[in-house]
């Protein structure tokens, strides 16, 4: 299978809508996976960050952001991104939110991430339609916005709505989006940059990126092997083998669920550990090569560009 890479020739615009007092756990995890995309893959992303008032707004840890541009200049984007902040029950009620929310109108795209929704909701925008917000919000939620249906759930999807509470959430979205635009292939790379780590001798299996796209618990272990012998790669056989399965029931779970070969995703995880030494931390691509299972750099240069 050929890996399925950004398509270069098709931009990706963002508008990032921030509320006072929001979360900057949340609009990492929002944010940082595309980032990945853009730098490491080449993919045509551009963000503007945008807030209500067209003024800076501190984050709930007291970080200050300012605005790209004005409100009033923002350009229609393929995806909208609101981060409501902890004065949500306020914003809700202030004509400078609404006039914000007016973006969604004209986005192919929104996600409303952590009391995001809250805002959507009170400017009726999920009437009739499914979503999710932080848990402790969730009966809150439910008793005031009866036209809307409340999902206990890290994320709901509505057509172009897409919403969610928790920083976990609000990942697995924008991975969705990632995927959905550039192929499961780069949704993985990016994925592994932030959600998978070796594992410790000892130390129990852990959930791939405790995200609810990978229940099945036989391609998590198999995905946890792989994570662990990125330095010295094992053979398909005997990955498939500790897994307690055929490679022939490894390939198909993998096509099922991932839609990459074991071999392809097992590449994958290799090379993203190789654009994270190379990139991140600086690592030439002779140190970087053995620490990916690579024999040479010529190896890793070639397997980078293919």
């Known amino acids: 299978m050929k890996p399925n890479l950004p398509n270069r020739s098709s ?7 921030l509320f006072e007092a929001f979360s900057n756990m949340v609009l990492a995890c929002l944010l940082e996976p595309l980032r990945v995309v853009r730098d490491e893959q ?3 992303i551009t963000w503007t960050i945008l807030t209500p008032h067209d003024g800076p707004v501190r984050s709930s840890s007291g970080l200050s952001l300012s605005p790209d541009r004005p409100l009033s200049n923002a350009e229609a984007c393929n995806l909208l991104i609101i981060v409501g902040g902890d004065r949500f029950r306020s914003e809700a009620e202030n004509t400078k939110t609404r006039t914000a929310l007016a973006l969604a109108r004209r986005a192919q795209t ?12 009170a400017a009726g925008y999920l009437d009739g339609r499914c979503a999710a917000l932080h848990w402790q919000l969730l009966d809150e939620f439910t008793e005031t916005f009866s036209e809307v249906q409340t999902v206990r759930a890290p994320f709901a999807l509505d057509g172009k709505w897409l919403t969610c509470g ?3 959430g609000a990942m697995e979205l924008v991975l969705r989006e990632i995927s959905r635009r550039f192929g499961e292939a780069t949704r993985f790379t990016a994925a592994s940059m932030f959600l998978n780590a070796p594992r410790v001798a000892g130390e129990e299996d852990r959930v791939f990126g405790d995200l609810p796209t990978h229940p099945n618990p036989r391609v998590r272990r198999v995905l946890n092997l792989m994570a ?3 330095e010295a790669p094992r053979t398909l056989v005997e990955i ?3 897994a307690g399965l055929t490679l022939r029931t490894m390939a198909r779970l993998f096509e099922t669920e991932l839609n990459l070969s074991p071999g392809r995703c097992y590449q994958h995880m290799r090379l993203a550990r190789a654009r994270e030494l190379m990139m991140q931390q600086g690592i030439s691509a002779a140190d970087a090569a053995p ?3 690579f024999s040479c750099a010529a190896s890793l240069k070639r397997a980078l560009a293919g």
Do not use: F, H, K, Q
């Open 110 to 121: 929104v996600i409303a991430a952590d009391t995001g929704p809250w805002l959507l909701a």
């Open 228 to 230: 662990g012998s990125i």
């Open 42 to 44: 080449g993919a045509a």
């Open 166 to 168: 928790s920083a976990a």
């Open 240 to 242: 498939a083998r500790e």
């Open 291 to 293: 620490l990916c299972g």
């Open 11 to 17: 931009e990706l615009r963002i508008n990032i809508l």
